[in-house]
C-alpha cells in the first residue's frame, strides 16, 4: 500500500509559481515511477508529468512544457511540481500518483495509487 498526500495549491495569478508536494508512505518510494495529474472541471485528467524511479528520465505534456518541472527526492519520500509562468488554463485539481513500476508511464491505468488533489487556481 502507498499513501499520498498533495500540499502546495493555492490560488495564483497569471505569471506566478507555486510549488506542488507529494508526500509518500507505506511502500519504498524509490522503488516506483511517479507523476502528476490534473482534471480542469468538465474535463478528463490528463498526465502533467511524469519521473523515473531514480529521477533520471522525465515527460512532460506539451503544454506545460519549458514551465513545469517534475522532481523527487528519495531520502525524503516526497515528489515535487515547480510551476512557473502560469497561466489561467492550467486551474485545475492537481494529483500525483504512483505507477505500479520503476519506469515512467503516461499510462493513467498504469497508476495504482493516487493522492486526494489539491486546487490550483490561476486568476487572470
Known amino acids: 500500500q502507498v499513501q499520498l498526500v498533495e500540499s502546495g495549491g493555492g490560488l495564483v495569478q497569471a505569471g506566478g509559481s507555486l510549488r506542488l508536494s507529494c508526500a509518500a508512505s507505506?511502500?519504498?518510494?524509490?522503488?516506483?515511477?511517479m507523476g502528476w495529474f490534473r482534471q480542469a472541471p468538465g474535463k478528463e485528467r490528463d498526465v502533467v508529468a511524469t519521473?523515473?524511479?531514480?529521477?533520471?528520465?522525465?515527460y512532460y505534456a506539451d503544454s506545460v512544457k519549458g514551465r513545469f518541472t517534475i522532481s523527487r527526492d528519495n531520502a525524503k519520500n516526497t515528489l515535487y511540481l515547480q510551476m512557473n509562468s502560469l497561466k489561467p488554463e492550467d486551474t485545475a485539481v492537481y494529483y500525483c500518483?504512483?505507477?505500479?513500476?520503476?519506469?515512467?508511464?503516461?499510462?493513467?491505468?498504469?497508476?495504482?495509487?493516487w493522492g486526494q488533489g489539491t486546487q490550483v487556481t490561476v486568476s487572470s
Open positions: 519521473i523515473n524511479w531514480n529521477g533520471d528520465s522525465t
Open positions: 500518483a504512483a505507477a505500479r513500476g520503476r519506469v515512467r508511464t503516461v499510462q493513467t491505468g498504469e497508476y495504482g495509487y
Open positions: 507505506g511502500r519504498t518510494f524509490s522503488s516506483y515511477a
